[in-house]
């Protein structure tokens, strides 16, 4: 079945690019406006982030974003056949900001978010940074699927970390060179150990690994952001953050984190996943005081 299932898929990604926008604006359709998939999650997020604009401002912004999600699911099947040639005439990065830093002799810890289109830099990364990639994935619970995504996520020489087994698998790694890319803009699932901070100025859980693993590593940190030039082009931009995470008051690297996710996301708001519910968890000042940063 894996076989059967893997081919079928190949042989999409052999299509051309238009027929593969075609599809998209296809599901688009079936699913945002006979469907609504998420819709109400949606638009109850864009309500609590922006209740400055307006109803109609919101409304095109989830059109967009919808538009860009079912582009990154047709896009992410192009990239079981993709060359590096083609990838890297579709995706551009300041790539030389981590050339001088890998001359420092440090690693590098990426913080990054749910931008469009995550799995175009999975493997852009791997094949133009001169660190050795490493990214963290959350298991797929069909076998299949998940060894197709696996296989294709680091068939440019990722480094794939499964979320479950996070210690023990990137354990190989951290003995050598690496930049790891890490993502902290869903809710944790250790309220009690999570950092609260006002994101969109309403209290939200961030992890604390990003931080702990920052500091007990010693890494540079770099914080990264993705965006659609146009259709199936993007650009990728690094901006370092520090290389001393060690000489940072505890919870400082997690509220500049926050900074620059608000801030990349008011710049584009399309751009970034608003399916999954950022603020399900209620807030308890007194509970939580002891995490809670200002």
Known sequence: ?????????????????????????FFYFILYHLVGYRKEVVMNNLLT???????????AIAKDMYQQLFDTFLETIKL?????????????????????????GKNVQLHGGHFFNWEYLNLAYAANLVYPFVGVYQPLT?????????NMRSRFGTGMVSVANFNREFFKYSKGRYALALGGDQ????????????????????????????????TAIVF??????????????FSLYTTEPKTLPKGAITIAYRDFLEGQIRLRPSNYLWTHKRWKHKYDAEKFKEMTLS
Not at 49 to 59: G, L, N, S, W
Not at 189 to 209: C, D, H, K, Q
């Open 1 to 25: 079945m894996y076989y059967i299932v893997y081919y079928t898929l190949y042989l999409i990604s052999l299509l051309p690019w238009f027929i593969i926008y075609r599809l998209s604006d």
């Open 49 to 59: 982030a922006f209740p400055e604009k307006t109803e109609q401002e919101r409304i």
């Open 80 to 104: 079981l056949s993709i060359t590096k040639e083609e990838l890297n005439k579709r995706f551009k990065c300041n790539y030389e900001l981590l050339d001088d830093l890998y001359a420092t």
């Open 142 to 150: 069909s076998p299949i699927f998940g060894k197709i995504m696996y």
């Open 187 to 218: 809710n944790s699932s250790n309220l009690e150990n999570a950092y609260w901070i006002s994101f969109f100025g309403r209290m939200a859980p961030f992890v604390t690994g990003l931080e702990r693993m920052a500091v007990a590593k010693d």
């Open 224 to 237: 990264a952001t993705t965006y659609r030039i146009k259709r199936g082009y993007y650009q990728s931009e």
